[in-house]
Every structure is written in C-alpha cells, then in structure tokens.
C-alpha cells in the first residue's frame, strides 16, 4: 500500500483504512521536522535589532523610549529591549507604556479582590 500510486478516490473502504492506520502509526508525516542548526535567539536585544523587529529607526527609537510609548528594559546606552515583550506590545497594537501599566494595575486589582 505503501507504493501504491493511485488516487484517493479508487480505493475501496478497506484500503482506505489501512492507509489511515499507516498515516497514524507512522505520523512523522505529520509532524514538521526540527529545524537545525537553530540557535535560540536571545530575550535581550539591543537597539539594531529592535528596529528590524519594529521598523522603526534608531532615531525613532529613542524618541518612544523617552516619551515612554514603547516598552524597554535600560533607556541608557547600550538601549536594550525585551524581546518577548516587544512582541506582545506589537501585538496589542503599540499601546503607551503607561495605557498597559494602567492595564496591568487594574487588573491586579481586580485579581485581588
């Protein structure tokens, strides 16, 4: 069954269910292969590449830095940013940082409660 080259349609119920049993058994098929020779990218990034992610410039950057509209973790120089969090600050749609520190306080308090 293995080699068999004909289409779906010309097999009878019971080739049929050995093919699936086979795709189920041997569901390498299925799953994506591990890709090598990946190396794990790191949490802290600095400013080059945070502009790649955002497609802002550095200039741009800097700027959000000091009027506190995106996330970062040291505002100095090297300026570096979290890479998960800059990620989830892009998905929310670029909030201020102080709109999701506002987020974040009320949802505590309603965690509290």
Do not use: C, H
């Not at 098929?29 to 410039?57: D, G």
């Amino acid at each position: 069954m293995q080699q068999d080259k004909r289409p779906l349609f010309t097999l009878t119920v019971e080739e049929f269910m050995e093919l699936n049993k086979t795709i189920i058994v041997d569901d390498r098929y299925l799953r994506p292969e591990p890709k090598k020779n990946e190396v794990e990218k790191p949490e802290i990034i600095y400013s080059e590449e945070a502009a790649l992610i955002t497609n802002y410039t550095k200039s741009t950057l800097y700027s959000k830095v000091n009027r506190g509209e995106i996330p970062y973790i040291s505002g100095g120089k090297p300026l570096t940013f979290s890479r998960s969090q800059l990620s989830q600050w892009m998905q929310d749609g670029r909030p201020r940082v102080s709109e999701m520190m506002a987020s974040e306080f009320l949802k505590f308090k309603k965690d509290t409660k």
